[in-house]
């Protein structure tokens, strides 16, 4: 079992749409998780963090997270053609005080909004 | 405006020689690292470092070497010994309060390949 993975993509949504991404991880220690949006040639770009069963919103983004399922997702509402992208999801990885932030990535979910 | 440079942003390599990617952050971030990305794939860690004058391996630290002499700054030399150097690299810095990490951020990578 790969210690990030997320849901194969690509994915392809309508304009408007709710997308939906998914990760799910293998360290059940990790406290931190975040998620990156990365344009073809371009560094990846931080989106939300999220430490917190439970919600986070940030605009039309939201950010949900289990730990007892391991499981965090991201949910892109009103989707737009400028979200066509990967999205990487990261995991703080080495917890319980050692990690110093290393991230380890899912191989990423490529979203495709078409008009 | 706070943040991460990278450069150059592309960068060319003959065979049997060493070249440095340059990486300075004015974020006041501790910890810094090294990622690679291989075309289609999720980033893998090189090298980090939570202080100055401290920096420990990661996964794929073989033909690569680094310092962290000042706080801003943290330099990567892929050596010689780097079979497959060809990829694109990213630096990122982040911040950590009470075991949790956020502020996780990558400057725009340094493309490089070889001739």
């Known amino acids: 079992q790969k210690e990030v993975e997320q849901n194969s993509g690509p994915l392809s949504v309508p304009e408007g749409a709710i997308a939906s991404l998914n990760c799910t991880y293998s360290d059940r220690g990790s406290q931190s998780f975040f998620w990156y949006r990365q344009y073809s040639g371009k560094s990846p770009e931080l989106i939300m963090f999220i430490y917190s069963n439970g919600d986070k919103e940030d605009g039309r983004f939201t950010a949900q997270l289990n730990k007892a399922s391991q499981y965090v997702s991201l949910l892109i509402r009103d989707s737009q053609p400028s979200d066509s992208a990967t999205y990487l999801c990261a995991v703080e990885r080495d917890a319980g005080g050692t990690s110093y932030g290393k991230l380890t990535f899912g191989q990423g979910t490529i979203l495709t909004v078409h008009p | 405006d706070g943040g991460i440079t990278q450069s150059p942003k592309y960068l060319f390599r003959k065979e049997g020689q060493n070249v440095t990617l340059s990486c300075e952050q004015n974020?006041?971030?501790?910890?810094m690292y090294w990622y690679r990305q291989d075309p289609g794939q999720g980033l893998r860690l090189i090298y980090y470092?939570?202080?100055?004058?401290?920096?420990q391996k990661g996964d794929i630290a073989e033909g690569y070497s680094v310092s962290r002499e000042k706080k801003e700054s943290f330099p990567l030399t892929v050596t010689s010994a780097q079979k497959n150097p060809t990829a694109f690299y990213l630096c990122?810095?982040?911040?950590?309060?009470?075991?949790?990490?956020?502020?996780?951020?990558f400057g725009q990578g340094t493309r490089l390949t070889v001739v």
């Open positions: 990122a810095s982040s911040i950590g309060t009470g075991g949790i990490w956020t502020e996780a951020f």
């Open positions: 470092s939570q202080i100055v004058n401290d920096f």
């Open positions: 974020l006041n971030h501790d910890a």
